[in-house]
């Protein structure tokens, strides 16, 4: 385990413990330092932010192993139909890819509008777009790293031993791709958190009583231009530091996985 | 030469191909008649409207829209609509917002590429290094709102600033690149070129900047792509954050209010900037760098 | 005949360990001499550091070049000597000259950044050099990438941009290592050539003692960081008195080749776990208990306690 990935795991740490604490605390004798949310008064800030915090770990986490699911079965699927099957899936992974999240969310969002009316979305809406959304990237990188182990050597190997191909993917080549996987699915955590707090904060997302930090953050940053810094940085904090967390974590993992394969 | 003509060709083809297919799927949603500010009026049902302006949804209604932007026409459905003039407009100023972002975004990533492979080894690299892991960390519109804070204090007006929305549509993109520059100078730092440089007698900066840096910079087309998609993006974020009248927000609102021709002709306007942008890339690829050139002979 | 260069006791550390240990020898002006060894014997590592190349290395001794203490000299100055009057050619041409850059623009660089010579007439000199070291053909040449010669053809270039500002030494480190056969000897060949017209020192570095026999007035021979023998070619080659250099001439084919190649038992110690004695004693075969005890000093040109052919 490398500093990166440590520094991260620690980051996601003392968040973990900073949520858990908050709730064994609300409720209770301990007010909340920042106050009540302007925009609702019947909530405090912590409450709010922890609030954000829980929702966006959840969209970030489901939505990214969502894509990472659907990565691996692409891929898969992509070498069990022939060399065709395989190129298409790249090819179109590719074109998916280069296509900014954001555009396709806000064009969701449209759709989601023009369809049934409304200002946001529900947060199982949201984790099914973050999850269609989010394959691409992940498939590439998982349809690279199996050309590169199918190099080696014992593959070779197996095959030539007359291992068949199913069982080759999954007993041979597959586990050695699973720190590799949780490194990706790691990454796009982050991602996919950004992404939904711009989307949110451009008004195609959660509704206000329920928020995201993104969401939170979009629709009180006006706070900050009175002076009402109490307000919007607890959430701006605790995006920031979970965002870095879980991106240093991937990194060291990636780091770790990719330095041992030379 | 003929295979770079039809990939070429290929990518072209995707432009009016996206096109058709977004507008196709924007004229056949069941939209909701909202009768408050969407599409619907008292007096006319969302379809007859949407067909008015947009045409009957068959595959020979798709030149409509681009009629009507090329033309100046209406091409909203809502009471006061945007006309293709508008979003003209609203292009040129995005896409003059854009250039001035990335000029920005090369700037600053030229200076944090070179300032951190010339600290690579040292104590302060750390430092160094924390800048662009704050900025990939960090929401663009937190950004956005760290710059207006500033502002105000500064007492500069920073709504409908220009310039203060493409320096936040520059750091993100130019960080990304000020890291893919700074790698691919620390691998090109180690190679044997660059000791024969500096036992000519080079010093250590002309090494750096005359020898490592040319070798760097197809590194940096690659990245070209990617920072597209950002100075998207980044459009979106700062056009509405500082209230520029571009066409990131312009698509924003079309979005948020349900305006169809817009989004049509929005939605294929940026999958044509991002085709162009990757192939542009490419070409450039191929024109400054030898070896590839001779490789795709 | 005065030293162009005198190295002295020349120790270069890597974190705790020495790459080079005590390593002392001298170039004459207009001398030819060759260093030998084995590859991790400390050979380049002992080039750079008198270059002032080595990064992140500790250097101590001595390194006197046309009366200057290059060690000491601020980097500055020492930037205006290299490619002046200290010149070094590389292993690989391939990888040592800028796939970025034409040819002719890295020829002309020496020439503009010491001599100041303007661009045109910069250029106009650097296909002459080309022309001077054999390459055909030069003006057209000159404007290739490097990638677009042959490997012969790149290291003449690098031939030529070492000598451009007429350098009174050059250093040139395995010059034909990562050449075919048949180039090598034209490389060589040229080399003794350059260097018997312009008067120059010459610092030749190579793992091939039959190489450095033929160019060499004079042979040095490192073994795991140390000057294990110096002295004339002629003598060493006839009476080698290191086992280890009579180890390396037995393994060295020559074209009378009687009888079967010898060669050297075990391999070189690690850096990080040298012996206390002699370097060589593992695989010496007459290597005795005082040879482990304490390091055995350089004397009158080798470094053993019982050298072979009696006496020290």
Known sequence: MNVRALAGLGLLGALAALALA???????????????????????????????LWRSAALGLTAGAGGCVLAVAFAL?????????????????????????????????????????????????????????????????????????????????????????????????????????????????????LTESTVSYLGFGLPVSEPSLGKYLGSHWGLLLQGNWEAVVPAWALLVAMVLGFQQVGRGLLERSEGGRR | MTRLALRVLRDLMLVPLTAVLVYLAVMRLPYRADSDRKIATADNDARARLTAVLG?????????????????????????????????????RSLG??????????????????????????????????????????????????????????????????????????????????????DALRAELVRPYVRTALAKGCSPARALLRHALPNALPALLDALAPVATSLLVGSFVAESFFGVQGFGRLYVRAAQDVDPGVVVVATSLFAAVLIAVSLAAELLRLAVDSRARKAAR | ????????????????????????????????????????????????????????????????????????????????????????????????LN????????????????????????????????????????????????????????????????????????????????????????????????????????LLISHDLGLVA?????????????????????????????????????????????GRLEEIPGAVPELSAMPKGCRFAERCPQAQAACRAAPVPLDGGVRCLFPLGGGR
């Not at chain 1, 709730?23 to 932010?49: H, I, K, N, R, Y």
């Not at chain 2, 459905?77 to 979003?87: C, E, I, K, N, S």
């Not at chain 2, 600290?119 to 710059?147: E, S, Y």
Request: a neutral charge; hydrophobic letters at 55%; aromatic letters at 6%.
């Open chain 2, 97 to 182: 917002l854009g250039a001035r972002a990335l000029l920005l975004a090369l700037g600053w990533a030229l200076a944090l590429g070179v300032l951190r492979a010339a600290t690579a080894r040292r104590k302060v690299a750390a430092l160094v290094d924390v800048a662009p892991a704050l900025v990939f960390g960090t929401p663009l519109f937190l950004l956005a709102l760290l710059a207006a804070v500033t502002a105000v204090e500064w007492g500069v007006p920073f709504q409908g600033s220009a310039w203060l929305a493409a320096l936040v549509m520059a750091v993100a993109p130019g960080a990304f690149v000020g890291v893919v520059l700074s």
């Open chain 3, 99 to 202: 796939p970025a850059q034409r040819v002719l623009t890295q020829l002309a660089e020496p020439l503009r950044l010491h001599l100041r010579i303007p661009k045109a007439d910069a250029e106009a000199r650097a296909v002459s050099l080309l022309e001077a070291v054999g390459v055909g053909d030069a003006a057209r040449r000159a404007k290739a990438y490097p990638h677009e010669l042959s490997g012969g053809l790149q290291q003449r270039a690098m031939i030529a941009m070492a000598l451009a500002c007429g350098p009174a030494l050059l250093i040139a480190d395995e010059p034909t290592t990562a050449l075919d056969v048949t180039v090598q000897a034209q490389v060589m060949a040229l080399l003794r050539q350059v260097q018997a017209e312009r008067r120059m020192g010459l």
């Open chain 1, 77 to 193: 699927l992509g070498r069990r139909l022939g060399k065709g099957a395989d190129l298409a899936v790249e090819k179109l992974a590719e074109l998916f890819f280069a296509i900014p999240d954001v555009l396709v969310l806000i064009s969701l969002g449209f759709v989601a509008r023009a369809v049934k009316g409304g200002e946001s979305v529900s947060l199982p809406w949201m984790m099914v777009a973050l999850t269609a959304i989010g394959w691409a990237a992940p498939t590439r990188m998982v349809q690279n790293r199996l050309r590169s182990l199918e190099r080696l050597d014992f593959i070779a190997a197996a095959r030539a031993l007359g291992v068949p191909e199913g069982r080759l993917l999954l007993r041979h080549l597959m586990p050695m791709a699973w720190d590799f996987l949780l490194a990706i699915f790691l990454m796009r955590v982050p991602a996919i958190i």
């Open chain 3, 1 to 96: 005949m005065s030293a162009l260069l005198e190295v002295t006791g020349l120790t270069v550390r890597f974190g705790a360990l020495a790459a080079v240990e005590d390593v002392t020898f001298s170039v004459p002006e207009g001398g030819t001499v060759g260093l030998v060894g084995e590859s991790g014997s400390g050979k380049s590592v002992t080039a750079l550091a008198v270059m002032g190349l080595l990064d992140g290395a500790s250097v101590e001794g001595a390194v006197r070049f046309q009366g200057e203490a290059l060690l000491e000299l601020p980097p500055r100055r020492l930037q205006a000597l290299r490619g002046r009057s200290l010149a070094m050619v590389f292993q690989d041409p391939g990888a040592s």
């Open chain 1, 22 to 52: 908050h709730a064994a605390l609300s409720g209770g004798a301990v007010a909340c330092p920042f106050g009540v949310d302007p925009q609702l008064p019947f909530e405090t800030v912590c409450a709010q932010a922890v609030g954000g």
């Open chain 2, 56 to 92: 009957d949804g068959s595959l020979g209604g798709a030149v409509e829209p681009w009629r009507r932007f090329f033309g100046g026409e209406p091409l909203g459905v809502r009471a006061d609509p945007y006309t293709g003039a508008d979003l003209r407009q609203a292009l040129g």
């Open chain 3, 214 to 258: 033929e160019s060499c007035a004079e042979l040095v021979v490192l073994y795991a960081g140390q000057v294990v023998e110096r002295g004339p070619t002629a003598e060493v080659l006839r009476a080698p008195r290191h086992p280890y250099t009579r180890g390396l001439l037995a393994s060295t084919p020559t074209l009378e080749g009687q």
